[in-house]
């Protein structure tokens, strides 16, 4: 099974920014659709962004648009979650995966999850 291995969350304040980054050990990464997920306490694991393997195409859930870009670097595996303007309610784990979507709901492919990052915004 691939790891991945997610890093760079913090406890910042409203209006604040941090960047997420997502290493990626599966050999298909610069192949595979790519995106982010966040799980709030007592919540369920819901989509953020998405970005296809070339990173010419890229999804957002309403609530980030404006707010979060995501971004990858096939040479490194990696990929990016830059987020800017945060709220309180962006306050979760977040997870990055392997994924796929049928245009309206997305998906993990492998079932693959690292540990996740901890976000943390104060008002």
């Known amino acids: 099974q691939a790891q991945l291995v997610e890093s760079g969350g913090g406890a910042v304040q409203t209006g604040g920014s941090l960047r997420l980054s997502c290493v990626a050990s599966?050999?298909?990464?610069?192949?595979?659709?790519m995106a982010w997920f966040r799980q709030a306490p007592g919540k369920g694991r819901e989509f953020v962004a998405g970005i296809s393997w070339s990173g010419r195409s890229t999804s957002y859930e309403d609530s980030v648009k404006g707010r979060f870009t995501i971004s990858r670097d096939n040479a490194k595996s990696t990929l990016y979650l830059q987020m800017n303007n945060l709220k309180p309610e962006d306050t979760a784990t977040y997870y990055c995966t392997a994924a796929g979507t049928d245009g309206s709901r997305w998906y993990t492919l492998y079932d693959e999850w690292g540990q996740g990052t901890q976000v943390t915004v104060s008002s």
């Open positions: 599966r050999a298909t990464f610069s192949t595979d659709t």
